[in-house]
């Protein structure tokens, strides 16, 4: 989900129920694209580190917000992109 305010882009996003990290975001996105259960994915750590991507967003060291940069990689039968806004698209690949 785009960030429309003026505040800086975090990876840690509201989805109702508290607080969800991107790693998490990226796995339901994924289980919703392909229509499956959340238990049936392999772990996303077999593709990319989740602490990594966590903290390619994260603010810089001097504290700054990362106003720009995505991330793209497979997971599952799925192309998955991160941006730095917290936004996450899923779109199916055709040979899975």
Same mark, same amino acid.
């Given at each position: 989900m785009p960030n429309?305010?003026?505040? /800086?882009?975090? /990876?840690?996003? /509201?989805? *109702?129920? *508290?607080?969800?990290?991107? /790693?998490?975001?990226?796995?339901?996105q994924v289980a919703a694209e392909k229509d499956v259960a959340l238990s049936t994915l392999d772990p996303l750590y077999g593709v990319i580190e989740p602490d990594a991507l966590t903290a390619l967003f994260d603010s810089r060291s001097n504290g700054t917000p990362r106003t720009s940069g995505r991330v793209v990689f497979e997971y599952c039968g799925c192309k998955v992109i991160v941006t730095s806004t917290g936004d996450v698209q899923t779109t199916l690949l055709d040979d899975h």
């Open positions: 429309t305010t003026d505040s /800086p882009p975090h /990876p840690r996003l /509201p989805d *109702g129920s *508290g607080n969800v990290s991107l /790693p998490t975001k990226v796995v339901r």
